[in-house]
């Protein structure tokens, strides 16, 4: 018996999210169906995160047990010949029989993606979140400095979760913007940008990045200064942070162990 | 009665080209209809480039004549609230007349997009060409300054095609890769690399830029020399160049007039 540890990318569009639901197609049960297709025994895998409906991933990261004759590190080109176009498995090895992808440590980083122009690029829309008015990246980046750290981020947490702690700790926050150099260079509005937010931690709460996401935007837009994320995170509630920005710009990008 | 131009932008995954066909969904067909429906008047657009099924276009440009009187600049805002998701009227205002975007002298430039790693990053295959086997950017670079110039591209048109001459100017070509810093670093194969080939011209043949894209890809491959590209021209014979590279990685970028 061998443990395969799966890097996993998937367009999220189409899927409600990663873990199993009772109705609704989900890449968990996609990779259990094609798993054990391919290798003729019941296969269950487990995943490192259970991104929500719609959000995308580069890096997520599942584990399985099996007896299976294929190389490890051959399994991907097996897995990915019966997976559907929106599922790559882009590597797969051995790890040790006790490696579990949720319990052992790991730094997770996550993008979320802004397009920034008068109306959206549709070659753009199923990947990034759309806002019209023009966004301040450098005011955007100044408040996510000051997000980085070890917080309470209760302000940056939907309700309704169990957890014992809401301390977290955000090791990297970085905003940049690129403009588009050709195009739109003759558009009245500008050029336009498309923004990301990078945010890198040793664990995150439900919504957490969508909630920075969404507050980083009130940022950019002026509404609240740079500094009153401060005021935000020592609130401690969650009505005190911006909305939660949609979850098709959100993407899992790399989980290191 | 007013000329009034649009630049549109659209995603063509879900259309076959530009060019009203009897059976299949084509953007132009969306245009007469939203637009007819919208000014309550019969509206026929005219298109600068007639793309073909799959292809993207980010500032392709359309007119038609109307009696609406809704502000030439506003009309895009109207014209967005009644078209899918899929096509946005970027900008639009009123021009001459005589104005003709076929006719009219312009410089349009496309892009190429190829997504150069072991297995498609599934957030990137709508979008991009995937090709697995490492390329060199900067043999395919060379190649490409090559075929700048005014050519005849015989060599470089789908067969089939009744023009009177094969001759045409390209103004510039330039090939650049870009190396996505996270997520991969922990491959065994490397990082990837996402790879750009911009062509600007003041005129193109039926799939010249495809079959450009085509054999900068052998080229990238090692399968030709840089050089082999001259010999290519000189044939001017459609069976001495690459493959057609599939319309999914094609952008119609800008049409400048």
């Known amino acids: 018996?061998?443990?395969?540890?799966?890097?996993?990318?998937?367009?999220?569009?189409r899927y409600c999210g990663w873990q199993i639901q009772p109705r609704d197609l989900t890449v968990e049960e996609v990779l259990n169906e094609k798993l054990s297709q391919l290798l003729k025994e019941e296969?269950?895998?487990?995943?490192?995160?259970?991104?929500?409906?719609?959000?995308?991933a580069l890096g997520n990261v599942a584990v399985f047990d099996t007896d299976s004759t294929i190389p490890p590190e051959r399994m991907c080109y097996a897995v990915n010949t019966v997976l559907p176009d929106d599922i790559r498995i882009m590597d797969s090895r051995e790890v040790a029989g006790d490696f579990h992808p949720r319990y052992c440590d790991s730094v997770k980083t996550y993008q979320y993606h802004i397009q920034n122009r008068r109306f959206p690029d549709p070659t753009k829309s199923r990947y990034a979140h759309h806002v019209?008015?023009?966004?301040?990246?450098?005011?955007?980046?100044?408040?996510?400095?000051?997000?980085?750290?070890?917080h309470d981020f209760s302000s940056f947490?939907?309700?309704?979760?169990q957890v014992k702690s809401m301390v977290r700790t955000v090791?990297?926050?970085?905003?940049?913007?690129?403009f588009d150099p050709v195009c739109i260079s003759d558009l009245p509005a500008g050029?336009?940008?498309?923004i990301v937010i990078e945010i890198r931690g040793t664990g995150f709460l439900y919504n957490m990045v969508r909630i920075i996401a969404?507050?980083?935007?009130?940022?950019?837009?002026?509404?609240?200064?740079?500094?009153?994320v401060r005021e935000i995170l020592e609130a401690r509630n969650r009505q005190a942070a911006g909305?939660?920005?949609?979850?098709?710009g959100l993407f899992l990008k790399e989980i290191l162990y």
Chains 1, 2 share one sequence.
């Open 1 to 13: 018996m061998k443990r395969i540890k799966l890097t996993v990318a998937y367009d999220g569009t």
């Open 43 to 56: 296969v269950r895998v487990t995943g490192a995160s259970r991104t929500d409906a719609g959000v995308h």
């Open 132 to 150: 019209t008015a023009p966004l301040n990246v450098a005011a955007m980046g100044q408040a996510g400095a000051l997000l980085t750290g070890t």
């Open 157 to 161: 947490c939907a309700s309704g979760t």
């Open 171 to 178: 090791t990297d926050l970085k905003v940049w913007g690129s």
């Open 191 to 194: 050029p336009g940008q498309d």
């Open 214 to 228: 969404g507050t980083l935007i009130k940022v950019g837009l002026g509404v609240y200064p740079p500094d009153h």
């Open 243 to 248: 909305e939660t920005a949609p979850a098709r």
